[in-house]
């Protein structure tokens, strides 16, 4: 059981990283948003369902009947917050959407009593409470520029994802390594409307590839590996490494400036992950 769970913990911490390249991706790649998410979501599908070819030796259909109702759930529920954290963006403020994604592990902890039973123990919910209130620091001064539509469709967000978190929790021998394929694929249906395929050049078309697959593709590999292996809420919280990660690539990579706050506010978050992690629990902690 000890084994597992530091399993899970790397695997997440993994997946945190992966997915903290978002920033350093979009400030690379010169197209509109909508067609960078279609080739993102494509090209993150294309590697999941490779992988899962490979993992099933080939029995891809037997692999998504699997999953079940709870697998579709998952998938949608995926795509769809993927859809709301963009629209989220652009109508609030970067803070509000950052303070309200570190709620995730609290939500989370709450469907998982609901749903399944977990209770989490005192040691992840305060260290949940300490990586949110290092997001708040990040966030600053600009928390009250937000609106209340574009706070609505973070908090939709948020839900979905806890939801989902679950959904992967709730089936810890069945692989959802299909769902989170599928949610690839549906995120690249969503946004194709809005987006315009044929525009981008053969390097950014390559940038692209990269993006889908390192990024995205990975990150949902890790996630979906990881998650059955702790508890939901440990999930979520680790998820958040996400935030200070973003900010160090970019700053590494384009020099951006970075204010104390953030510096302070990331190292928070970042104890906050370590002290959950290293913390002794008595045997009748639930992973």
């Given at each position: 059981?000890?084994?597992?769970?530091?399993?899970g913990?790397?695997?997440?911490?993994a997946?945190?990283?992966?997915?903290?390249s978002?920033?350093f991706y979009?400030?690379?790649?010169?197209?509109?948003?909508?067609?960078m998410l279609?080739?993102?979501?494509l090209?993150?599908?294309?590697?999941?369902?490779?992988?899962?070819?490979?993992?099933?030796?080939?029995?891809?259909?037997?692999?998504?009947?699997d999953?079940?109702?709870?697998?579709l759930?998952?998938?949608?529920?995926?795509?769809v917050?993927?859809a709301?954290?963009?629209?989220?963006?652009?109508?609030?403020?970067?803070a509000?959407?950052?303070v309200?994604?570190?709620?995730?592990?609290f939500?989370?902890?709450?469907?998982?009593?609901l749903?399944?039973?977990?209770?989490?123990?005192?040691?992840?919910?305060?260290?949940?409470?300490?990586?949110?209130?290092?997001?708040?620091?990040?966030a600053?001064s600009?928390?009250?520029?937000?609106?209340?539509?574009?706070?609505l469709?973070?908090?939709?967000?948020?839900?979905?994802?806890?939801?989902?978190l679950?959904?992967?929790?709730?089936?810890?021998?069945?692989?959802?390594l299909p769902a989170?394929?599928?949610?690839?694929?549906?995120?690249?249906l969503?946004?194709?409307?809005?987006?315009?395929?044929?525009s981008?050049?053969?390097?950014d078309?390559?940038?692209?590839a990269?993006?889908?697959?390192?990024?995205?593709?990975?990150?949902?590999?890790?996630?979906?590996?990881g998650?059955?292996?702790?508890?939901?809420?440990?999930?979520a919280?680790?998820?958040t490494?996400?935030t200070?990660?973003g900010?160090?690539?970019v700053?590494?990579?384009?020099?951006?400036?970075t204010?104390?706050a953030?510096l302070?506010?990331?190292?928070?978050?970042?104890?906050?992950?370590?002290?959950?992690?290293?913390?002794?629990?008595?045997?009748?902690?639930?992973?």
């Open positions: 059981m000890q084994r597992k769970r530091w399993l913990t790397a695997l997440l911490a997946s945190a990283v992966a997915y903290s978002g920033g979009t400030r690379l790649i010169e197209t509109d948003a909508w067609t279609f080739w993102r979501g090209f993150g599908g294309l590697f999941l369902f490779g992988v899962m070819a490979w993992h099933e030796h080939g029995r891809v259909v037997q692999a998504v009947r999953i079940g109702r709870d697998g759930l998952i998938a949608v529920c995926s795509a917050a993927t709301c954290f963009l629209n989220a963006l652009r109508l609030s403020s970067v509000d959407v950052l309200i994604d570190a709620t995730i592990p939500m989370t902890a709450g469907i998982a009593w749903v399944i039973g977990e209770r989490e123990d005192r040691v992840t919910l305060l260290a949940s409470l300490a990586a949110l209130a290092g997001v708040v620091v990040m600053g600009a928390i009250a520029g937000g609106r209340w539509l574009g706070d469709l973070a908090l939709a967000m948020a839900l979905l994802m806890a939801t989902a679950v959904m992967i929790r709730r089936n810890p021998k069945v692989s959802m989170v394929g599928l949610s690839a694929f549906l995120c690249a969503i946004v194709l409307p809005w987006a315009r395929p044929l981008v050049s053969g390097s078309l390559l940038q692209l990269l993006f889908g697959t390192t990024q995205f593709g990975i990150g949902l590999l890790l996630l979906s590996f998650t059955p292996l702790v508890s939901a809420t440990r999930g919280l680790i998820g490494l996400q200070p990660l900010v160090l690539w700053w590494l990579a384009f020099s951006e400036a204010a104390v953030t302070a506010g990331g190292a928070i978050v970042l104890a906050a992950v370590i002290c959950d992690v290293v913390v002794p629990r008595g045997r009748k902690h639930v992973t």
